[in-house]
């Protein structure tokens, strides 16, 4: 016996998602085992069936260094303040004509 | 791999903040344990009562309703496989040593399947009366559980429960558009299970329940069992039958219903393997497991 997770899609934007996992003794009992148990009332038109032995994983410890790193995003505060401060110029002196 | 809580206070603040645990976290023993149990036991009981359902397969009336049963016997003994890989997962038992423990009267399973389905009225009481206390239950726990792969879970299993309990009343409404016989029937049925239905919420939680604390359930016993008694105590009303309580009140200043005081030895015989019917679903279940081997072992001779 083996441990595989199934993964469903649903034709259109939506993306695979975890469904949830079975026993089962080969690949081919698997993709039966995860029709019979997961996609009994069209709860997707796809599947994928993944022996757990050939997901790999990581977990905090290996994507935390990534997670430090401020040069990948930008706020675009100093813009917007500009933006502002340009808007409320001109309204002032929309304000200034009345 | 995962998370961990320098110690019990701040896992309960992750806890309290919103925080879902997933299974390779590095949680609490005692958190752990008792998810643990309770997942355990929901497994059990969705096995029990897909072979209460199943049982009925032979007997039920017309080829609609029969394959409707082959579907819903499906559904139960799927959850059971659902639920037991979420369980396994834990890392305490395998599924075959809570299948066995099972088997062997060592672990628990609802109330409601410790008592025998007497008559087709029966099943019909217990898929509107039990599977919506059972529903009930499950939507508080879906509602704000903290342990994820259970919560998800639940989420498949809530939506194929909510096709067993319209199942139900819509079995209901048949009987009671049936004949007086059909309707003396049903109301025999509903006098046997309204107790157990209401009992399966259990008694009031206490006020250092663990399970409410670490966010799985969401709601306190009374509050679903009241607002179960709520709803179909005036929902038998308009169909027409008696509810089997006689004390049964209505307080025209809360508009409540009120069912009088409950005796919960009957609860507590179940839970002890001694309802009247445990003895026989025990046995039945291992005899089913055992005559069932086979198929196992060609699984097993299947594997690569």
């Known amino acids: ?98 | 791999m995962g998370r961990t809580w320098q110690d019990m206070e701040a896992f309960e603040a992750f806890l309290d903040d919103g925080g879902i645990v997933e299974v390779d976290d590095h949680m609490p023993d005692e958190y752990r344990h008792a998810v643990f149990t309770f997942i355990e036991m929901h497994a059990n009981s969705e096995y029990m009562g897909g072979l209460t359902e199943r049982d009925w397969i032979p007997k039920t009336p017309g080829l609609r309703h029969k394959m409707s049963v082959l579907a819903k016997t499906q559904d139960e003994i799927g959850h059971g496989h659902l639920l037991y890989m979420v369980a396994a997962d834990m890392g305490i038992k395998t599924r075959t040593e809570m299948i066995e423990d099972l088997m062997a009267g060592r672990s628990r399973f609802h109330n409601v399947f410790h008592y025998k389905a007497e008559t087709w009225g029966d099943q019909v009481a217990i898929a509107f009366l039990v599977d919506a206390a059972a529903l009930a239950s499950q939507q508080a726990v879906f509602k704000n559980c903290s342990y994820g792969p259970y919560r998800r879970i639940l989420k498949r299993i809530i939506s194929e429960e909510g096709f067993h309990m319209r199942l139900g009343e819509d079995r209901m409404r048949r009987i009671a558009e049936g004949t007086q016989i059909q309707k003396d029937i049903f109301q025999g049925a509903l006098d046997r299970w309204f107790w157990p239905a209401l009992q399966l919420f259990g008694p009031d939680s206490k006020p250092d329940d663990k399970l409410l604390r670490w966010h799985i359930k969401s709601e306190r016993n009374e509050v679903l069992r009241d607002k179960w008694v709520q709803k179909f105590v005036p929902m038998m009303h308009s169909y027409g039958f008696v509810v089997p309580a006689s004390d049964l009140a209505y307080d025209e200043d809360t508009k409540k219903w009120d069912v009088g005081p409950i005796d919960w030895e009957p609860l507590k015989k179940t839970l002890a393997q001694g309802g009247p019917d445990s003895a026989r679903r025990i046995r039945e279940a291992r005899d089913n497991w055992e005559a069932t081997a086979w198929a196992r072992r060609c699984l097993d001779g299947a594997a690569v």
């Open chain 1, 1 to 98: 016996m083996a441990t595989y997770e199934v993964f469903l899609k649903k034709d259109g934007k939506d993306e695979y998602r975890h469904a949830g996992a079975l026993d089962a003794a080969n690949d081919e009992l698997a993709l039966v085992m995860a029709r019979e148990t997961y996609i009994r009332r069209a709860e997707g038109n796809r599947v994928w069936v993944v022996n757990r032995e050939h997901l790999l994983m990581a977990g905090d410890d290996f994507i935390s260094p990534n997670a430090d790193k401020p040069h990948r995003h930008h706020d675009g505060a100093a813009v917007a303040a500009r933006r502002k401060a340009a808007r409320e110029a001109d309204s002032s002196e929309a304000g200034n004509d009345e």
